[in-house]
């Protein structure tokens, strides 16, 4: 429900501004910095899964590792371990950033592989509705990352906080949606 109402039209209007970001992301706030070597980063957030008859949040934690392809360009690989009872997901991202002073913006997409969301039972009217739904939902996602508030300082380090993953599984797309908040990660540059 929170996801038909609010964020799927927050982002489909939210869409012109992500593109806008693409196509400004050419112009330098400063010069480019040398591209570095790798970044390893750890961080906690939450997923949020809904299809059409329920709702499932699940907290975990995150590690990954990112470099540098071309400058604005950068790829990122990682795992994501759940707190409750569910496979852990590896996801990989093919993100554009700039920077400007200590703020360094991130946008892009994400595609990984996770297991199925585990809903309750609920009542014996929309169990059946339910499970009929989540057995082909399929084990890959799409999405679409973006990390506004992303800060680097001492040249060394970053700090993140409000990440958002908004998409869905590749196989039935749109039958479970996934939004995934990352609450602040931290990263060490090498």
Known sequence: MLLEKVIVPVFS????????CLFHLNVKAQEPIDEVGLEISAGTGVVIYQSAFATQNI?????????GLHHPI??????????????????GRLLFSQQSGSWSPM???????????KFGEGSKLLRETRQAMLTDSGPFY???HIAPLSFTWSETWRISAAEINFG????NMGRTLRLHLSI?????IF
């Open 184 to 188: 602040i990660s931290l990263s060490k």
């Open 59 to 67: 907290t975990g934690l995150e590690v990954a590792a990112r470099g």
């Open 13 to 20: 209007r939210g869409c012109f501004f992500i593109l806008l």
């Open 74 to 91: 950068q790829w990122q690989a990682g795992a994501r371990f759940w707190l409750e009872p569910t496979s852990p997901e590896l996801f």
């Open 142 to 144: 799409m999405s679409i």
């Open 107 to 117: 946008v892009g997409l994400e595609l990984g592989a996770t297991g199925k969301p």
């Open 168 to 171: 869905t599984h590749l196989k």
